[in-house]
């Protein structure tokens, strides 16, 4: 049975990073999160840029697995259109993150579009760093982002670059 059934596990956590102009990064994410889950680890989600009208279906989904998942604004994406201030949402969502990463709780942490909240300069990257560096010992950590500074791919164990190839938009299918 999943949902975090397990405790923490006494072996190292690893810092994978999911970065490029390829599209589904976020889904390989998400793909490990399910894994965790059956393995029964205690799982969070923290999504940067993302808001709560954001693909509704997975947060569906990690609702139903009682996986841990955080949003902090109710659009579809912070700045798109909306008075919420991006500073503010990045701070916010860096407490929770850091906190979940430091706590030793959590099996594994995702920080969806961290890398795009420090680009935009939503986030600092100093304390960034020192946030990974200071995780748990056996905490897991998933970042994922289009754009990603060369200081967090230096602390990752591993980096996958997702390369766009081709994609439905490029032909005017938007589903």
């Known amino acids: 049975m ?78 798109a259109g909306n008075t919420r201030d991006p500073v503010d949402l990045g701070r916010r969502a860096w407490e929770v993150a850091a906190g979940r990463m430091r706590g030793g709780d959590y099996h594994l942490v995702v920080l969806d579009e961290l890398g795009n909240a420090v680009a935009a300069g939503w986030l600092d990257l100093a304390e960034v760093t020192a946030g990974l560096r200071a995780r748990h010992e056996s905490t897991n950590v998933i970042i994922t982002g289009r754009e990603m500074p060369a200081e967090v791919c230096d602390l990752a164990d591993t980096v996958t670059r997702f390369e766009l190839a081709k994609h439905r938009v490029q032909r005017g299918i938007l589903r």
Do not use: I
């Open 2 to 79: 999943g949902g975090g059934s397990r405790p923490v596990d006494p072996e190292p956590g690893v810092v994978l990073v999911l970065v490029g102009e390829g599209w589904g990064k976020s889904a390989a994410a998400l793909g490990y999160v399910g894994r965790s889950w059956a393995r029964g680890w205690r799982v969070c989600v923290v999504q940067f840029l993302k808001g709560a009208a954001w693909n509704v279906a997975e947060r569906a989904l990690a609702a139903h697995l009682e996986v841990e998942w955080h949003t902090f604004d109710p659009g579809r994406a912070w700045g």
